[in-house]
């Protein structure tokens, strides 16, 4: 019999281990993935994938586990700039007293995209392919995303207060158009709306945003009861709590993402499970400012879709998926009392399908699938801190850290090879951050 003869492909990738998520949890051994044209297009026994395809490129990473990108359902990723600026102290007196002030102070076009550049290095870094974000200066944010090769939602961010980006909520939404009409066909960007909070957002606002959200089938981004201060405060102004009054408005529906969900009652879990809702956990942020912790299991057990968040760099301190993984998972099981909450692989697909499901994505991303598009991170599990190795899962989220990240490719691209930034300048990026901590201190 004639062999057939090899399919040429750009990439292929041979691995110790394949995670895909989906369709299954299984764990496949010694497969690799073949990639061209920015996805994936065959995940095959590695024998087999060398005798089908002939790549440009061929890793061998033989120690290696493969998942799919990670995906930071919430960030404000320029606030890198603010990162232990001010520590240590509850939500309200946090931004009123120290952040809004620094970012009255400094808020540019400029800030916005350095700071952004720093994010997208320290995600790229740490296995993050793909961020959600909220921020002023939206274009900018865009234009970081897209120099560093980065996939992103990009939140047209609405707040009810003049600031340095926009004066009223109108400038706001137009400027988030315009960026959204001159941006909508660049593959690495998504949009959603991205109202701040009820305590910053009026009801007039949170209206039209309702109804801009599904003109346009626009998701919607907004912190959703974080602390007691935001619903005691909401019941004093509007005799309803948060999720209520934006149930009135119109808000709620499976394109709602919710950050935070800290403070929900068993009904509002099941009213958001209703009504197709997301919730963005950030359980780092919520434990530094004390805003509390999230009810997880419940909420997952009601089947609300929960992704993962770092939150910005200034309440966390850290962009790193690896650590929030970990994080969710140990505390979901200390707030339960139950060992079994949050399994392993329950919180690596909270950091990747469930991300890319709140976002609309999971057509495209969230798992290691042919067809889909190639985001994908390798995990050297070699080192002494993930040995043994029973289970590359357990050891990806219990034991592994982003410092293990070794190659991300984001929609076929190599971003990260051997540890190093293919896209960004790390030593450059270091003295940016040097500028402009000199500036913000002075
Ligand atoms: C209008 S752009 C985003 C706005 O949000 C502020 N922010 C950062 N972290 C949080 C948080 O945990 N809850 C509420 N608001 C937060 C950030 O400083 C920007 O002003
Ligand atoms: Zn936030």
Same mark, same amino acid.
């Given at each position: 019999?004639?062999?057939?003869? %090899?399919?040429?492909?750009e990439?292929?990738?041979e691995?110790?281990w394949?995670?895909?998520?989906e369709?299954?949890?299984?764990v496949l051994?010694?497969?690799?993935?073949?990639?061209?044209?920015?996805?994936i297009?065959?995940?095959?026994?590695?024998?087999?994938? *060398?005798r089908?395809?002939v +790549?440009?490129r061929y890793?061998?990473?033989?120690?290696?586990?493969?998942?799919?990108?990670?995906?930071n359902?919430?960030?404000?990723?320029?606030?890198t700039?603010?990162?232990?600026?001010?520590?240590?102290?509850? #939500?309200?007196?946090?931004?009123?007293?120290?952040?809004?002030?620094? !970012?009255?102070?400094?808020?540019?076009?400029?800030?916005?995209?350095?700071?952004?550049?720093?994010?997208? %290095?320290?995600?790229?870094?740490?296995?993050?392919?793909?961020?959600?974000?909220?921020?002023f200066?939206? !274009?900018?944010? %865009?234009?970081?995303?897209?120099?560093? =090769?980065?996939?992103a939602?990009?939140?047209?961010?609405?707040?009810?207060?003049?600031t340095?980006?926009?004066?009223?909520?109108?400038?706001?939404?137009?400027? =988030?158009?315009?960026?959204?009409?001159?941006?909508?066909?660049?593959p690495?960007?998504?949009?959603?709306?991205?109202?701040? +909070?009820?305590?910053?957002?009026?009801?007039?606002?949170?209206?039209?945003?309702?109804?801009?959200?599904? &003109?346009?089938?626009?998701?919607?981004?907004?912190?959703l009861?974080? @602390?007691e201060?935001?619903?005691?405060?909401s019941?004093a &102004?509007h005799?309803?709590?948060?999720?209520?009054r #934006?149930?009135?408005?119109? /808000?709620?529906?499976?394109?709602l993402?919710?950050?935070?969900?800290?403070?929900?009652?068993?009904?509002?879990?099941?009213?958001?499970?209703?009504?197709?809702?997301?919730?963005?956990?950030?359980p780092?942020?919520? /434990?530094?400012?004390?805003?509390?912790?999230?009810?997880?299991?419940t909420?997952?057990?009601?089947?609300?879709?929960?992704?993962?968040? @770092?939150?910005?760099?200034?309440?966390?301190?850290?962009?790193?998926?690896?650590?929030?993984?970990?994080?969710a998972?140990?505390?979901?099981?200390?707030?339960?009392?139950?060992?079994?909450? #949050?399994?392993?692989h329950?919180?690596?697909q909270?950091a990747?399908l469930?991300?890319? *499901?709140?976002?609309?994505?999971?057509?495209?991303i969230?798992?290691?699938?042919?067809?889909?598009?190639?985001?994908?991170v390798?995990?050297?599990?070699?080192?002494?801190?993930?040995?043994?190795?029973?289970?590359?899962?357990?050891?990806?989220v219990?034991? %592994?850290?982003?410092? &293990?990240?070794?190659?991300?490719?984001?929609?076929?691209e190599?971003?990260?090879?051997?540890?190093q930034?293919?896209?960004?300048?790390?030593?450059?990026?270091?003295?940016?951050?040097?500028?402009?901590?000199?500036r913000?201190?002075?």
């Amino acid at each position: 019999m004639p062999e057939t003869p %090899a399919h040429p492909v750009e990439t292929l990738i041979e691995a110790r281990w394949v995670i895909p998520v989906e369709p299954s949890d299984a764990v496949l051994t010694d497969h690799s993935v073949a990639v061209d044209g920015g996805r994936i297009v065959a995940i095959l026994p590695t024998e087999e994938a *060398r005798r089908r395809f002939v +790549a440009q490129r061929y890793y061998r990473l033989t120690d290696h586990a493969l998942i799919p990108g990670l995906i930071n359902l919430h960030t404000h990723a320029a606030m890198t700039l603010l990162r232990g600026y001010s520590d240590d102290l509850p #939500l309200m007196e946090w931004l009123k007293a120290h952040i809004w002030p620094a !970012e009255n102070r400094h808020m540019s076009p400029d800030f916005v995209r350095d700071g952004t550049r720093i994010a997208c %290095a320290e995600m790229l870094r740490g296995g993050t392919t793909c961020f959600n974000d909220m921020y002023f200066f939206p !274009e900018a944010v %865009a234009e970081a995303a897209l120099d560093a =090769g980065m996939r992103a939602a990009i939140g047209l961010i609405v707040i009810d207060f003049p600031t340095a980006y926009a004066g009223d909520s109108d400038d706001y939404l137009n400027k =988030g158009f315009a960026l959204r009409d001159r941006l909508r066909d660049e593959p690495l960007l998504s949009f959603t709306l991205a109202p701040h +909070a009820p305590y910053t957002v009026g009801d007039k606002t949170f209206k039209k945003i309702a109804t801009f959200a599904s &003109q346009l089938d626009l998701p919607v981004h907004v912190h959703l009861h974080e @602390t007691e201060d935001e619903i005691h405060q909401s019941l004093a &102004q509007h005799n309803l709590r948060p999720l209520a009054r #934006l149930q009135n408005l119109g /808000l709620l529906g499976p394109g709602l993402i919710a950050v935070h969900g800290v403070h929900l009652t068993p009904d509002e879990q099941a009213l958001l499970a209703e009504q197709g809702c997301h919730v963005a956990h950030c359980p780092a942020s919520n /434990l530094k400012l004390a805003s509390g912790f999230a009810p997880i299991a419940t909420l997952a057990g009601h089947g609300v879709n929960i992704g993962i968040g @770092t939150d910005g760099a200034a309440s966390n301190n850290k962009l790193d998926l690896f650590s929030e993984m970990r994080l969710a998972a140990l505390l979901a099981k200390g707030v339960t009392g139950d060992a079994a909450a #949050l399994p392993a692989h329950t919180a690596l697909q909270m950091a990747t399908l469930n991300g890319a *499901r709140a976002l609309g994505l999971d057509d495209r991303i969230g798992s290691l699938a042919p067809g889909k598009l190639a985001d994908i991170v390798a995990v050297d599990l070699s080192g002494i801190e993930t040995q043994p190795c029973f289970d590359p899962i357990s050891a990806l989220v219990y034991a %592994a850290g982003r410092e &293990q990240v070794s190659h991300v490719w984001v929609n076929g691209e190599l971003r990260l090879d051997n540890r190093q930034l293919t896209s960004l300048d790390e030593r450059e990026l270091k003295l940016t951050a040097n500028v402009w901590q000199s500036r913000i201190t002075h």
